[in-house]
């Protein structure tokens, strides 16, 4: 079975800065597909950056991007610029796809970006 | 991708009763998937339902609890049966955005058993 850890509870970073959020996976399959997903208050789930295992380019979508260490079953997002509306818990989530099509997801990080 | 519209977005439930959750999807999917989020937790997967097939559950949870209806490619309803306190958690519904290019999500439903 795959597992996600995020070793990091809560985060704080203030706003215009940078902030990296770790994310490490554990999984017997080669090709799989990565997630950073964002849960504000609201509790509405917004996907941020995906990422493909078989491509070794790291994903990138404006301030955020990510770096992807295959070998090492890593997976991390960095938010460049912070902004307030940033403010979020953020889940890492590993997807099986083929026959494993569904998501597995880290415990979290609360991430507060602070003006 | 895809918008779904999930219903009610909050209850508060008495225990020993029911409660069904809704989701509308604008465009026909072929796998929906359960969520529960307890308070201060992850997400865990409960269960993804197929039209025109029986929902396959994960490990923990069972239909008798968590009856699943998808009656067909754009709707689907979970049911938590029996409620107790330790149902208190936001459910989520889930649909595939095309293979592998992510996942949308419901708003929730947050519920409540007293």
């Known amino acids: 079975a795959q597992t996600v850890t995020q070793s990091q509870p809560e985060m704080s970073v203030q706003e215009a800065e940078t902030v990296t959020l770790s994310c490490t996976y554990d999984t017997s399959e080669s090709n799989y597909y990565l997630f950073w997903y964002k849960q504000p208050p609201s509790r509405q789930m917004i996907l941020v950056i995906r990422?493909?295992?078989?491509?070794?380019q790291n994903a990138t979508e404006n301030r955020f991007s990510v770096n992807f260490q295959k070998a090492a079953k890593s997976f991390s997002l960095k938010i460049s610029d912070s902004q307030l509306g940033d403010t979020a818990m953020y889940f890492c989530a590993f997807d099986g796809g083929g026959s494993n099509y569904k998501l597995t997801f880290g415990k979290g990080t609360l991430l507060t970006v602070n003006p | 991708s895809a918008v779904i519209s999930q219903k009610p977005s909050r209850d508060i439930c008495q225990r020993g009763t029911s409660l069904t959750i809704q989701c509308q999807v604008d465009s026909q999917v072929t796998m929906m998937f359960w969520y529960r989020q307890q308070p201060g937790q992850s997400l865990t997967l409960i269960a993804t339902?197929?039209?025109?097939?029986?929902?396959?559950?994960e490990s923990g949870f069972v239909i008798d609890k968590f009856p699943i209806s998808r009656p067909n490619l754009t709707f689907s309803t979970l049911t938590v049966s029996n409620l107790s306190p330790e149902d208190s958690s936001i459910y989520l519904c889930s649909v595939g955005v095309g293979y592998n290019y992510g996942y949308t999500f419901g708003s929730g439903t947050r519920l409540t058993v007293v």
């Open positions: 339902a197929n039209q025109g097939s029986e929902a396959t559950y």
């Open positions: 990422q493909e295992a078989y491509k070794q």
